[in-house]
């Protein structure tokens, strides 16, 4: 039995996709848990960039049992899109290799309207920064048990009943942010071609990752989004509405806890934040302009700039803790060269002392959680093409020592681009382990 989790360490967007579709050159069935298309994982292979925001990020590798967890919310227009865009790049027989839980979340068209709404006219404090996906609304008509389920494109007549009632919960929230009340019938007609395509793909997700897990199948359990933004652990209010850390995909797989065998988190070698909400080691300058123009930090999804500065241990340590981070991946250090100095966050100055786990109620009073630094020499050198460590200019090999110490946690892979190339693997938690820096 081997069943690993994928989970982002920091704000998302920390290379979940890259670092999935290298560890699938070993595994034959990836699950995506939690979240929905406010996710953007991208993969690059020689010439060919994908980003994927429903498909699991092993789409790309031949054979590969591709699982849509419960955990998900769907917008089942998106995921045609990428079922087609797949198409058209030659992987002709994706829909045989996918399978969509029958009881994940439909987005809806209301679902996306009432998120732009709420987002355009918020007070600036309050806004989230959304991807305006839709992905609030959905989860909060599930947990408030009005939601729609992929199951249900099986019967129009019925989904149409569940719409209802649903709409009913949403009208005086549409009056109040001056939307159009939406029709029901509308939506089943908009939903009637796509229903058509996406009932042959509909299955029991829990029952198929439990048997390829019993079966001896390596499987992958792909997290979305990222620790900080989790609905329960994150940077509340500030988060996204699902359960993105590892014990999430339990959940959202439907499977057991103890089938999970370890939990590798992906962490930047600095931090980037999409969105509103606080972050610490911001950089507001030159610096943090560097990091985002060199490290092309712009959403995947919505090209929005990311916010960027520097590496917060504390975070990591309390993303090890929440998720039981077993080991992580380090991506994108090759876009820390030229810079003469690299700091790093170590620890919080707090109105109770010093502390070096992340603070994560002081937060939002940057007052009450100031950043203790350590600066660290740093490198002037490509690394783009380098393989192995030993390879790597002395302060660099310094820079990612200091992480997997401070951090407590064993370093599995480090990435040095963007494609799957430009990596170093040090262990595969599938097959065992090959050494460590
Ligand atoms: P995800 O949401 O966690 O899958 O990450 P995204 O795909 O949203 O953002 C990560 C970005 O960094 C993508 O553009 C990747 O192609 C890119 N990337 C991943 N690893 C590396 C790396 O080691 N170096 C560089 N320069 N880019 C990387
Ligand atoms: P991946 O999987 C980065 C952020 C949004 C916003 C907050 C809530 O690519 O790492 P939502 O639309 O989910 O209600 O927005 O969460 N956010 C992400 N930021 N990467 C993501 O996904 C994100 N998914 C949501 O920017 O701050
Ligand atoms: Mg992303």
Request: charged share 25%; with cysteine.
């Amino acid at each position: 039995m081997s069943a690993v989790v994928i989970v982002g360490a920091q704000w998302g967007d920390e290379g979940k996709g890259k670092i999935v579709d290298i560890y699938m050159e070993s595994a034959e069935v990836v699950v995506r848990y939690a979240g929905g298309p406010n996710a953007g994982h991208t993969l690059v292979v020689g010439n060919e960039k994908l980003v994927v925001r429903l498909l699991p990020s092993g789409i790309l590798r031949p054979a590969t049992q591709c699982i849509l967890g419960q955990g998900m919310v769907v917008d089942p227009s998106v995921l045609l899109g990428e079922i087609d865009e797949l198409k058209r790049r030659g992987h002709k027989d994706i829909e045989a290799r996918l399978l969509l839980s029958d009881r994940a979340h439909l987005i809806l068209p209301y679902h996306i309207e009432i998120d732009s709404l709420r987002e355009s006219t918020a007070a600036q404090a309050e806004a989230i920064g959304t991807t305006k996906k839709g992905i609030g609304p959905c989860y909060e008509d599930k947990v408030r048990r009005t939601g729609v389920r992929t199951g249900e494109l099986r019967d129009l007549s019925k989904l149409k009943k569940r719409i209802d009632i649903a709409l009913r919960a949403w009208a005086p929230v549409i009056a109040a942010l001056g939307g159009k009340q939406p029709s029901a019938d509308e939506i089943i007609e908009q939903l009637r071609p796509m229903a058509e395509r996406l009932v042959p793909l509909l299955g029991n997700a829990s029952k198929a990752t439990d048997d390829a897990i019993r079966a001896h199948k390596r499987v992958m359990l792909e997290g979305a989004q990222g620790t900080l933004l989790d609905v329960d652990h994150g940077t509340y209010p500030f988060v996204t509405s699902s359960s993105a850390v590892a014990g999430g995909a339990a959940i959202g797989a439907g499977i057991g806890p103890n089938r999970i065998d370890s939990v590798l988190g992906i962490t930047k070698a600095y931090t980037t934040r999409v969105g509103s909400g606080p972050f610490p080691t911001e950089l507001n300058d030159e610096l943090g302009k560097h990091l985002r123009d060199v490290g092309d930090e712009y959403g995947s999804v919505t090209r929005r700039p990311r916010r960027c500065g520097w590496l917060d241990i504390p975070g990591l340590r309390y993303a090890a803790r929440v998720n039981g981070i077993d080991g992580l991946a380090l991506t994108k250090l090759d876009v820390l060269t030229g810079m003469s100095k690299i700091k790093v966050c170590v620890a919080y100055d707090t109105p109770q002392g010093r502390v070096d786990d992340l603070p994560i109620d002081l937060l939002d009073e940057p007052d009450n959680a100031v950043p203790v630094y350590v600066e660290l020499d740093g490198w002037t050198e490509n690394l783009e093409n380098v393989r192995v460590l030993e390879q790597l200019p002395e302060t660099t090999r310094t820079y990612i020592r200091f992480v997997e110490e401070l951090s407590g946690v064993p370093l599995y892979l480090v990435s040095v681009g963007p494609s799957r190339a430009a990596t170093i693997v040090l262990h595969n938690p599938f097959v065992g382990r090959a050494g460590t820096p």
